[in-house]
């Protein structure tokens, strides 16, 4: 079962910044929470992911809350080609390492 | 620089028969996954390749469906006696090890229909 839950839909302006939120609350110390999303019928694309500090690439940003219980991924300029459905994942590593997707979040951008 | 490789993009098979769905690895990847993904449904999980060791195949379905990796590289996901609930796309990913801290990449996956 995956360990994340996100809204199922939001939207967001053109041009304004898209405020993801993921619960992972069971998250353990060495797991990684990572980000990545699908347009439509393309195979998902990797974002960014970050352990317990905040972190930014070219893409977004992760801003990860202290409790590491809870993060949102933030697209600071969003434009109609980020509509797409994004998730959250926390990577679990036993005894192997299983991307377990959740059911994501629909991000519609309206112009 | 070529990234996951999957072919056929699309097959459409009758009922009953077997199928096989390839995916080529970004070269040096050491990890492999398949995943399922149904109209308008998230990913599931199917198995999982690393490196030379037994792979966890906790997410197949049924004993239909089996997939192997030869020489560390390209992947075969088989289905045999296709059902109508089989038809999906079918993702593959590879990441170039088994630290947390390594992103996997996705090929566009072969979508599937029974008929």
């Known amino acids: 079962d995956a360990k994340t839950t996100q809204p199922p839909s939001m939207d967001c302006a053109e041009g304004r910044a898209a405020n993801l939120p993921c619960n992972h609350s069971t998250i353990s110390g060495n797991e990684y929470v990572y980000w990545y999303r699908q347009i439509h019928s393309q195979g998902p694309q990797y974002i960014i992911h970050?352990?317990?500090n905040n972190e930014t690439n070219e893409m977004a940003s992760l801003i990860i809350t202290e409790d590491r219980k809870s993060s949102t991924l933030i697209l600071p300029h969003a434009t109609l080609r980020d509509t797409a459905v994004y998730y959250c994942i926390v990577r679990v590593v036993d005894n192997t390492d299983k991307l377990i997707f959740g059911t994501g979040t629909r991000l519609q951008v309206f112009p | 620089g070529a990234g996951v490789s999957q072919s056929p993009s699309n097959k459409v098979t009758e009922k009953g028969k077997d199928v096989e769905l390839r995916c080529d690895p970004i070269?040096?990847?050491?990890?492999l996954y398949w995943y399922r993904q149904s109209l308008g449904q998230g990913l599931e999980f199917l198995i999982y390749?690393?490196?030379?060791?037994?792979?966890?195949k906790s997410g197949l379905p049924s004993d239909r469906f089996s997939a192997e990796r030869t020489g560390g590289s390209v992947s075969t996901l088989t289905i045999q006696r296709t059902q109508q609930e089989d038809s999906a796309v079918y993702l593959c990913?590879?990441?170039?090890?088994?630290?947390?801290?390594?992103?996997?990449?996705f090929g566009q996956g072969t979508r599937l229909t029974v008929v």
């Open positions: 070269s040096g990847h050491t990890a």
């Open positions: 970050g352990l317990k």
């Open positions: 990913a590879s990441s170039d090890d088994m630290t947390v801290n390594t992103e996997a990449f």
């Open positions: 390749f690393q490196g030379n060791s037994a792979p966890d």
